[in-house]
Structures are given as C-alpha cells and as structure tokens.
C-alpha cells in the first residue's frame, strides 16, 4: 500500500500564537493550545488530523522555522503507517 502523510510541525518555543496558521488552515487542522510557552504566548498545535500537506499554514507563518510541514510518501507497510499516525497523533492536540 502505498500511502502519504503530511502534517505540521510547530515550534511552540518559537511561536508567537498570531493564529496566521490557524486561519490560513483550509481543513482547519491547528488549534491554538490552551498552554503557554516559556515566553508566554498561546501557541498553535496541530489537531493530529485533517492535514493534507497544502503548506498554507506555513506559507502565512510570519515567525521563520517555527512551523514546518512534514511530507512522508511511499509509505508501503501498513504497520509502519500506522505508527508514524499514532506519534503524530499523540503529539498533537490539547
């Protein structure tokens, strides 16, 4: 099976919580956090799903390298799959 995940990944050290991501989601995939960073900004989370890898969200963050879009493709084991879900998944949301 071959399969492609995308999803972002937030710098919550770095972001500023302007929600540019948030709004700039088409499939409304980032949240903002209900926790602060150590700079005391509201930071944007990704909601661990819904993400189709369109880079809106990185093209409307005005902070550089504080949000990323990971692209795996050609992912052919289910199980392998599967997993990299699951951490993304368990890193995102509130």
């Given amino acids: 099976m071959t399969e492609?995940?995308?999803?972002p990944v937030i710098n919550k050290e770095i972001c500023k919580g302007c929600q540019r991501c948030i709004v700039g989601c088409p499939q409304n995939a980032i949240v903002l956090s209900d926790?602060?960073?150590n700079?005391?900004?509201?930071f944007a989370v990704y909601s661990g799903d819904g993400c189709t890898g369109c880079k809106d969200c990185y093209f409307t963050?005005?902070?550089?390298?504080a949000l990323e879009?990971?692209?795996?493709?050609?992912?052919?084991?289910?199980n392998v799959a599967k997993m990299i879900k699951a951490k993304v998944a368990s890193q995102g949301g509130n």
Avoid: F
């Fill in 39 to 42: 700079a005391g900004y509201q």
């Fill in 61 to 65: 963050c005005p902070e550089p390298l």
């Fill in 69 to 78: 879009v990971h692209q795996l493709k050609n992912i052919r084991n289910d």
């Fill in 4 to 7: 492609e995940i995308s999803y």
């Fill in 35 to 37: 926790e602060m960073n």
